[in-house]
């Protein structure tokens, strides 16, 4: 079954309480009666499997085969059971790995198979599956998809999933429910004919629906002066593992570049190093189109006049959070760089009228749904008016019109000058912003 | 990710003792150490233990790197005590309230021999010490709470995420214009940050262990045995036979004091 509705419907919560994770009576109110094999979901632990979002946090331990028999251990089943589970589970999932090897040493999909994998030895009956491919790149989507598949076809268990990009899970479901903001269900029945009846107004509210894909505006392409360019330049990752060299690229006003590459190719290390963030490892990076009086050199700039000149977005929102309340947040490079405060204010109340953030002015940037903090992080980047934004991945893990919003920000923004250099692995974000694409290929394994 | 709990894997006997036994060794050291503050006995003790370091399971360039620490603390520890130390004997040398004298120096060299002597093993014993393994060991050996153990145990697994997220924020602070401001309030700002952060991944990482069963009433079994025999004993025996032949030593040569008393 696939679990649909508008960011804010409750979809991950209605999952957490069925796996019997939600807390007490002290963390929030509970009415009605949820029911798993007739008792309380406390009590059915193990009966319910539960895989989240986030690859990091569901590793348990520090052993793949350790990780896997953590449940089970729980449930108090005996030793010699455990390992056969163990080896079964892990086969399920396609992972073919010694017992021992390091969790830490995974990617993203095979972190998530790993989580699966976990919660496959405890024997569920019933498998809920909360946005579990949001983090992963197109290689670990696959990856934990067809694992999926391939589990159902031996088990049969009940099988939840929440997902806002349909396409991944469509072929597996044979019913769709869709939840209603506020409470109630908006649409049960199968796929096809829930998509007919809702496809339209899903996609209105941020659901990927494959017949109704978010439209990207088209624009004229006019390429002003270089502003920052590269050569031979290579990036190494902290601890100096060398990631890529010889990269030679240029970025002009008014035009979009997207790097493209598989995970650990280095993408986010280039660009933080285009950013002024960290030196390069071999070669140069040169923003003598920015630089305005500095020299050439964005990692010799001071932290203010970094703010004019290149607005980094960073992949991971909360990282970039200094502030209590979004106001706040989108003052803080004002602030540094000493303008009026009514300026400042005049400024912030246009930005988050752009944005969609003014009615979120008085909270604080922790609080915000995953588009909400997407949108601030770009916010406060556009804020001191940089003639360059370097976006690491923006679309990951957004809904369609949280993607289509920025795609159309971004298009505005190229039409008035500002040069884009984006991260990403959305194909679809490629195809609409995109002037350039730099492939990366990947890194080469050294000791 | 920066990962600071990978799985510690060697071939040496050592590295197949069970972890307890070395936590108890280290502690018989320590103990034994601290009864005196003589130098007769913190000698014994380091040569038996720099003699036994050939079977320790770790390369004599390593130990040097890890042991590093130990050794700069065990010398500036020396050094202040050497100049501020009680002065007893013949004055050496005399400079505002730095006072060097026979008796400080023999109190400084006591001191280094002894940081020393108990530092060592325990460095030596916990480097080839697998986290795991010393978590299983505290649960089925020593039957510490499960929750307890295991939280700490997927808790440590945390503190490599946030070597990690500490950079981000570092770099996340200069590409919003933050970091100009003093150091100490940036400091602070960012340490604040990284607070948040963990908070949350730690309350995620619950969830998902809960969601496993983490808590649950039924009896928790043990997918990896804890096992408490001969080699572990022997390692107990071995740490005993040290701790009483330097107490032996220094008792016999009459510079025994127990718990520095005259």
């Not at chain 1, 019933?126 to 992963?136: F, G, K, Q, S, Y």
């Not at chain 1, 908006?186 to 659901?207: I, M, N, T």
């Not at chain 1, 990631?243 to 650990?264: D, E, F, K, M, Y």
């Not at chain 1, 390069?280 to 040169?286: K, L, M, Q, T």
Request: aromatic letters at 4%.
């Amino acid at each position: 079954m696939l679990l649909l509705g508008a960011s804010g419907a409750g979809k991950s919560t209605l999952v957490q309480a069925l796996a019997g994770v939600l807390g007490g009576e002290d963390e929030g109110d509970q009415l009605g009666e949820l029911l798993v094999d007739g008792v309380r979901p406390e009590r059915a632990r193990g009966r319910v499997g539960l895989v989240l979002q986030d690859p990091d946090s569901q590793v348990i331990l520090a052993r793949v085969g350790d990780d896997v028999a953590f449940g089970c251990e729980n449930l108090g089943i005996a030793r010699d059971e455990i390992w056969r589970r163990v080896r079964e589970s892990l086969d399920a999932v396609g992972l073919d790995l010694p017992l021992d090897h390091p969790t830490a040493r995974l990617s993203g999909g095979q972190k998530q198979r790993l989580a699966l994998a976990g919660v496959l030895a405890m024997r569920p009956g019933l498998l809920l599956l909360d946005e579990p491919t949001a983090n992963l790149d197109p290689q670990g989507v696959l990856e934990v998809r067809d694992a999926v598949a391939r589990v159902l076809d031996d088990r049969d268990s009940t099988f939840i999933v929440i997902e806002h990009r349909i396409s991944t899970w469509i072929d597996l479901v044979d019913r769709v429910v869709v939840l209603e903001p506020g409470g109630g269900v908006l649409a049960d029945g199968s796929p096809d004919e829930v998509l007919a009846r809702e496809g339209r107004s899903l996609a209105e509210s941020g659901v990927w629906v494959p017949r109704f894909p978010p439209r990207a505006p088209v624009r004229q392409v006019t390429p002003g002066p270089t502003l920052l360019r590269t050569e031979q330049l290579g990036v190494a990752r902290a601890g100096g593992v060398s990631l890529q060299s010889g990269v030679s690229l240029q970025v002009a006003a008014g035009t979009a570049l997207a790097i493209t590459g598989p995970n650990g190719s280095g993408k986010s290390t280039l660009g933080l190093t285009l950013g002024g963030l960290l030196a390069p490892a071999s070669g140069r990076v040169d923003a003598a189109g920015l630089a305005g009086g500095l020299g050439t050199d964005p990692l010799r700039w001071k932290s203010r006049e970094l703010v004019t000149r290149i607005g980094s977005v960073f992949q991971d929102p909360e990282h970039q959070f200094l502030a209590g309340t979004v106001r706040e947040e989108l003052a803080v490079g004002p602030r540094v760089l000493r303008r009026p405060e009514a300026e400042t204010a005049d400024r912030v109340d246009d930005l988050a009228e752009r944005l969609r953030l003014t009615g979120l002015l008085a909270a604080n940037p922790f609080t915000l749904s995953g588009g909400e903090k997407r949108r601030l992080s770009v916010a406060t980047a556009l804020i001191t008016r940089p003639p360059l934004l370097l976006l690491d991945e923006p679309t990951f893990g957004q809904d369609s019109r949280t993607w289509s919003e920025l795609v159309a920000l971004f298009t505005e923004l190229l039409v008035e000058g500002t040069a884009l250099v984006a991260i990403t692995h959305d194909t679809q974000f490629v195809a609409a912003i995109a002037d350039a694409e730099l492939s990366l290929e990947p890194a080469a394994v050294s000791g | 990710m920066t990962a600071i709990l990978t799985p510690v894997r060697g071939t040496q006997a050592i590295f197949r003792v069970n972890p307890v036994a070395k936590l108890g060794a280290a502690l018989i050291l320590g103990i034994a150490l601290l009864l005196s503050l003589d130098w007769v006995s913190a000698l014994v003790a380091l040569s038996c233990e720099v003699v036994l370091f050939a079977w320790a399971g770790v390369g004599a360039r390593r130990l040097a790197l890890r042991a590093l620490p130990i050794v700069i603390a065990a010398a500036f520890a020396g050094v202040t005590i050497a100049l501020y130390g009680q002065a007893s004997g013949a004055i050496r040398f005399e400079f505002l309230f730095a006072r060097i004298s026979d008796g400080s120096l023999a109190l400084a060299g006591a001191t280094v021999l002894r940081i020393l002597a108990i530092g060592l093993p325990a460095l030596v014993l916990f480097l080839t010490v697998d986290p795991t393994d010393l978590a299983d060991g505290l649960g089925q050996v020593l039957h510490l709470p499960a929750r307890f153990v295991l939280g700490a145990l997927a808790a440590l697994r945390l503190a490599g995420l946030f070597l990690d997220d500490w950079r981000s924020l570092e770099l996340a602070r200069r590409a919003r214009g933050a970091a100009d401001r003093g150091r100490l309030r940036r400091f602070a700002g960012q340490a604040f940050a990284l607070l948040v952060l963990s908070i949350r991944r730690g309350s995620k990482l619950a969830t998902a262990m809960e969601a496993r069963g983490f808590g649950a009433s039924t009896r928790r079994t043990w997918a990896r045995p804890s096992r408490f025999g001969w080699p572990e004993l022997l390692l107990l025996a071995i740490g005993l036979a040290v701790a009483a032949a330097a107490i032996m030593a220094a008792i016999l040569a009459g510079t025994w004091k127990f718990l520095g008393g005259q």
